[in-house]
């Protein structure tokens, strides 16, 4: 039976790890990140494929770096015939990717050669994509940039968010590695090079993608706001305060302003001026304090129009 070791971290990753087990797989261990402390309060906590993995009864390694060698050496001890990915988090060193006969495979949540890194879901809708998917590719030691072996497309609809689309691709990715599988081991699956005239990237979202510039369209300004919703969110300030945004919709409204001016308040909406057209925060969140809703924030603070969003 072919051994597999499957790495893998966050909850986009679990359901495809249930998938090789319900379907008897030979799993000898799970690799996922090391338990990292969550919340205010800090509590060691571990990543969701670990629970899954537990829960399945799966050996579960945690190394801190694989370019260790001696934490890398615990894996090609395993001896391997296939090491599949999945949203694992740390780059694989040429030893562990070379060290499976049938190779290392990865799950990505983009069309290749689209996407390339460690944000394709985010920056996808960022950029207002109609369709995403996800891509079954050989890994090698370039980011992302190995063969091609099969792939799944997803739309994106105008509501979706990085939320929902983790869902989407998640199951996506997990179907189409049960349909893909068969043909890596028996060694009859298609391997075709990466077009790298048509490569873009993803880079890890940084700060400063998280801020909303108001002179940016309505339409822009949405989709940053679903790109980042639920995490890390997008924010703005407010009278020189913090101010998440968690969910806008594109408004229609006949008055208008400067970029990030409020120019109406409704009973359950802020709508700001952007550079084109206007935008309805229906959820925020001030500093220090909880997510609510735009109707229960308006029951507090003397907000009014001409105040501005910065």
Do not use: C
């Not at 890596?184 to 700060?207: C, K, L, M, Y």
């Amino acid at each position: 039976m072919t051994k597999i070791v499957f790495m893998g971290t966050p909850a986009f990753s679990a359901p495809i790890l249930k998938m090789l087990a319900d379907e008897g797989y030979d799993i000898v261990s799970v690799v996922t990140q090391p338990d990292r402390p969550v919340g205010r309060k800090k509590t060691l906590t571990p990543t969701p494929v670990k629970e899954q993995a537990l829960e399945l009864g799966l050996p579960v390694y945690q190394p801190e770096k694989l370019k260790d060698p001696e934490q890398a050496q615990k894996i090609l001890d395993l001896k391997p015939d296939l090491i599949v990915t999945a949203a694992f988090g740390q780059i694989l060193p040429t030893s562990v990717l070379e060290a499976p006969k049938l190779g290392a495979i990865n799950v990505h949540a983009s069309l290749l050669p689209e996407y390339r890194g460690g944000a394709p879901i985010h920056q996808a809708i960022i950029d207002g994509k109609k369709e995403t998917g996800v891509t079954i590719m050989y890994m090698v030691d370039r980011l992302d940039a190995g063969d091609i072996i099969s792939q799944k497309s997803v739309p994106i609809e105008e509501t979706d968010h990085t939320g929902s689309m983790f869902e989407k691709l998640s199951a996506a990715g997990m179907e189409l590695l049960k349909a893909t599988l068969p043909s890596i081991i028996d060694g009859t699956n298609e391997r075709i090079p990466q077009d790298e005239e048509r490569v873009t990237f993803a880079r890890n979202i940084s700060r400063e993608q998280e801020r909303i510039d108001w002179n940016k369209s309505a339409r822009e300004i949405y989709n940053q706001v679903r790109g980042l919703h639920p995490w890390p969110v997008a924010f703005t300030t407010l009278a020189d305060a913090n101010v998440k945004l968690w969910w806008t919709e594109i408004a229609d409204s006949q008055k208008t302003g400067a970029p990030g001016e409020i120019i109406e308040l409704t009973k359950d909406a802020i709508i700001v001026q952007t550079g084109e057209g206007a935008l309805a925060i229906k959820e925020l969140q001030p500093a220090g304090k909880k997510r609510m809703t735009a109707e229960d924030y308006l029951r507090g603070p003397k907000l009014q129009a001409g105040d501005r969003f910065e």
